[in-house]
């Protein structure tokens, strides 16, 4: 199985909503990772978690709010969002080596209305 | 610091034309590097990567890349293109320390003409 799985697909929700990005792989990856892609620009690192603890915080705001519940499992928190947060959230996950290259999931496509 | 540049931001060609997208980086130690292939409302998938060795890198879907030391590049090739082939890719690397951050360029995307 080399597959990362993201849930929801589509999520829409209002500035004052609440809800959870959900990212599973079982592939024994040890490194789990949040990316923001807008439109037409390359994907950009949020978190990296490394044997479920937050190694890397990319300056994101606090609205965002990660979470790796165990080694296969990676949730990401949304709350008070705001519409320039519209965008697609991808997943990934590799091996804890540099030359080990990242799989990613599809993505859940973001829109804040 | 480390960084990539990917010069053209569009690549039209025709349908079994050859194809070429360029790919330069820049870092102040050794690096890997890789090359990712976003098909529309998709995530990523590696087309192939450098990690030592061989310069001529051969990847999935009939992709190539040469690693070259001298000139900091890493170009992607095909020798004929299809139409399916019309995708957005990212090249990336990854420095040889403990950081697990890929960098990005900015994306090239190759429309793929009949």
């Known amino acids: 199985d080399t597959e990362v799985t993201q849930t929801p697909k589509h999520l829409v929700m209002g500035m004052t909503n609440k809800k959870s990005l959900k990212c599973e792989q079982h592939m024994g990856h040890r490194a789990m990772y949040w990316y923001k892609q807008k439109a037409k620009k390359p994907p950009e690192l949020m978190f990296v978690y490394s044997y479920e603890k937050l190694s890397i915080n990319e300056s994101v705001p606090s609205r965002f709010s990660p979470e790796c519940p165990n080694s296969s499992l990676l949730n990401l928190h949304l709350h008070a969002l705001q519409p320039e947060d519209s965008a697609l959230y991808l997943c990934?996950?590799?091996?804890?080596?540099?030359?080990?290259?990242?799989?990613f999931g599809q993505g859940t496509r973001l829109t804040v209305v | 610091a480390q960084s990539v540049t990917q010069l053209d931001s569009q690549v039209p060609v025709f349908e079994e034309a050859p194809v070429e997208l360029r790919c330069n980086y820049s870092?102040?130690?050794?690096?890997?590097l890789f090359w990712y292939v976003q098909y529309p409302n998709q995530g990523l998938q590696l087309l192939l990567k450098?990690?030592?060795?061989?310069?001529l890198v051969k990847g999935i879907n009939g992709f190539e890349a040469e690693f070259n030391k001298s000139q900091t590049s890493f170009h992607l090739r095909k020798p004929s293109v299809h139409i399916s082939d019309t995708a957005e890719y990212f090249c990336?690397?990854?420095?040889?320390?403990?950081?697990?951050?890929?960098?990005f360029g900015s994306g090239t995307r190759l429309l793929v003409r009949p």
């Open positions: 870092s102040s130690v050794s690096v890997y």
């Open positions: 990336a690397v990854n420095q040889m320390d403990s950081s697990y951050k890929l960098i």
């Open positions: 450098y990690l030592s060795g061989s310069t």
């Open positions: 990934a996950s590799s091996q804890l080596t540099v030359n080990s290259e990242a799989f």
